[in-house]
């Protein structure tokens, strides 16, 4: 059983940044390969960014790639999303997933653990 708990967001300008985090606890995060998905207000959720257990691969939805960037720190148990270049069609509420180790995917299905999520408004 893993449990995940996000930060980091909040409001900010077009242009501007953010960091999330997801920490989890009950089992070590290095067991499991993590995502991060957004949804919007009258949207399904969608994929964002995932990386694998290792860090070694890493995954993009096209609309984030060069703005975004996936990144984990195992000893902490933290995975994080840098988010650069906000813009306001980013904004959503962020999910940050767990799944055990496989090719990497951006399936939410596939997902087996959520944490509830912490909200990005990026106004214009």
């Known amino acids: 059983q893993v449990q995940l708990v996000e930060s980091g967001g909040g409001l900010v300008q077009a242009g501007g940044s953010l960091r999330l985090s997801c920490a989890a606890s009950g089992r070590i995060i290095s067991s499991y390969d993590m995502g991060w998905f957004r949804q919007a207000p009258g949207k399904e959720r969608e994929f964002v960014a995932a990386?694998?257990?290792?860090?070694?691969?890493?995954y993009y939805t096209d609309s984030v790639k060069g703005r975004f960037t996936i990144s984990r720190d195992n000893a902490k148990n933290t995975v994080y999303l840098q988010m650069n270049s906000l813009k306001p069609e980013d904004t959503a509420h962020y999910y940050c997933?767990?799944?055990?180790?496989?090719?990497?995917?951006?399936?939410?299905?596939?997902?087996?653990?959520w944490g509830q999520g912490t909200q990005v408004t990026v106004s214009s």
């Open positions: 997933a767990a799944r055990t180790p496989a090719p990497i995917s951006r399936n939410r299905s596939e997902y087996r653990y």
């Open positions: 990386i694998s257990w290792s860090g070694g691969t890493v």
